[in-house]
């Protein structure tokens, strides 16, 4: 999380964000990949409706994981179901489903999702923050531009594990090249749907 959450501070400034929106983003969005996408966006000058298009596609994921921890934690009052959706992350579920799924009848199961989940929270939101102070005081013709593509190819290559997750990521390159052209950077969009639409088929023909 840190070395992410590091680079991820450093790409929204180089992008164009201004110090203190780039650290508002990070406590109120708390989503790196779609952070680092709307980052790209904001900087190529993309219309507000296609740049939250992209950003709810990217973060479709934490629907599923909703749906997958809810039956572990029924019956919370509203208070608790607004904190542990805000603090889910990638991280921290797959932290819990594993040990939910091992230990269904396990008390507690909240106190352990946050004491999961809480450590995660404070540890992207510091590096962010350091990445941050570290992007503000780099030189302007340092041009860290690639800082989010780079850090969008870290996170993606170690989920590269079977066959349907490397026929998305190819499906979405090759997706994501061909509509460069498109107005309004809905190539990316489009990649996206190209990569869920192309790893599904992959995944129900295995």
Not at 17 to 37: D, K, R, T
Not at 139 to 145: G, N, V
């Amino acid at each position: 999380m840190a070395p992410f959450g590091l680079v991820t501070g450093v790409a929204m400034v180089a992008g164009g964000i201004a110090p203190l929106a780039a650290m508002a983003m990070s406590l109120v969005v708390y989503a790196g990949a779609s952070m680092l996408a709307a980052t790209q966006l904001l900087a190529a000058g993309t219309p507000l409706a296609v740049l939250l298009l992209t950003v709810l596609f990217i973060n479709l994921r934490f629907m599923m994981y909703s749906a997958a921890l809810r039956p572990h934690l029924p019956g919370l009052p509203l208070r608790w179901k607004l904190a542990t959706g805000y603090l889910l992350a990638d991280n921290a579920f797959g932290l819990c489903i594993a040990r939910f799924t091992e230990h269904p009848r396990m008390p507690g199961k909240l106190g352990y999702f946050l004491g999961a989940a809480l450590p995660i929270w404070l540890i992207w939101q510091a590096a962010v923050g350091l990445g941050i102070l570290i992007g503000a005081g780099l030189p302007a013709q340092w041009r860290l531009e690639f800082a989010a593509p780079l850090a969008f190819i870290a996170l993606t290559v170690p989920l590269l594990r079977d066959r349907a997750m490397v026929a998305a990521a190819l499906a979405a390159a090759v997706t994501v090249v061909a509509a460069w052209e498109l107005p309004m950077r809905l190539g990316l969009a489009a990649a996206a749907l190209a990569g869920i639409a192309v790893g599904m088929l992959v995944r129900r023909k295995a």
